[in-house]
């Protein structure tokens, strides 16, 4: 069961078209995963439409053209269960250290990237930088494990995939999880996963050799 989601203030921005492109792709992934929060989303963009609706005494006249238009839009045809599973099955899956995965709607595109490779951890930026957010994808092989970081900003991890150990919690496919500079934290995947990261600023690690690594963490974001 997916036990950790976006918060109903992100949703609501998303639904508003407020979020940097890293973190709405997120949501959009997310919601893909998760239909609790599909539905809440759908919630959010219902209350929108009502805010934005103007009451029809008040309004000018439309123009005739505005009418075609919108007949042409409700004429267009619904995507059924099964158009969206053959689309499923008609995405390309991506390949990384000999695992195979499908990603999400709004990430397949991103199915052949050249990935960074440090010891059991792949990792691969995306072209989505947007008010300072970077995003990118995470591959963790089993038994591999992040060195003990803080933030200075904040971090979105969208779990695609695998098991994360982070603390006394398991996370697994779906969970939305987010960390900032209030958390301290070292997470391990006992089977190996996949991730859509997220994050406004570089890591700074607080243990052993890693430290090292802060010098040069703003090219690893």
């Given amino acids: 069961m997916i036990k950790a989601h976006p918060a109903q203030a992100m949703l609501r921005a998303f639904a508003a078209d407020e979020l940097p492109l890293p973190l709405a792709v997120g949501v959009s992934a997310h919601c893909e995963l998760c239909p609790d929060c599909a539905a809440r989303l759908r919630a959010c963009e219902e209350e929108l439409a009502r805010q934005?609706?103007?009451p029809a005494e008040e309004c000018e006249p439309l123009p005739a053209a505005f009418d075609a238009m919108l007949a042409g839009i409700l004429q267009q045809p619904v995507a059924t269960a099964v158009a969206l599973t053959q689309s499923a099955v008609a995405r390309p899956e991506l390949q990384v250290a000999g695992q195979s995965y499908r990603l999400p709607r709004v990430l397949a595109r991103h199915h052949a990237p050249s990935w960074r490779h440090i010891g059991?951890?792949?990792?691969?930026?995306?072209?989505?930088?947007?008010?300072?957010?970077?995003?990118?994808l995470l591959h963790i092989e089993a038994g591999g494990r992040i060195p003990e970081h803080?933030?200075?900003g904040y971090e979105l991890t969208l779990l695609l995939a695998g098991t994360i150990e982070d603390g006394d919690t398991r996370y697994q496919a779906g969970d939305f999880i987010w960390r900032d500079a209030s958390h301290a934290h070292s997470p391990h995947t006992p089977d190996g996963c996949l991730c859509y990261t997220v994050q406004d600023a570089p890591v700074q690690f607080t243990k052993g050799l890693s430290r090292l690594l802060n010098g040069?963490?703003?090219?690893?974001y």
Avoid: F, M
């Avoid at 990792?123 to 995003?135: C, F, I, N, T």
């Avoid at 040069?216 to 690893?220: A, D």
């Fill in 120 to 136: 059991a951890i792949r990792q691969v930026s995306l072209p989505l930088d947007e008010q300072g957010a970077r995003a990118s």
């Fill in 150 to 152: 803080t933030h200075k």
């Fill in 52 to 54: 934005y609706l103007t």
């Fill in 216 to 220: 040069i963490s703003h090219r690893l």
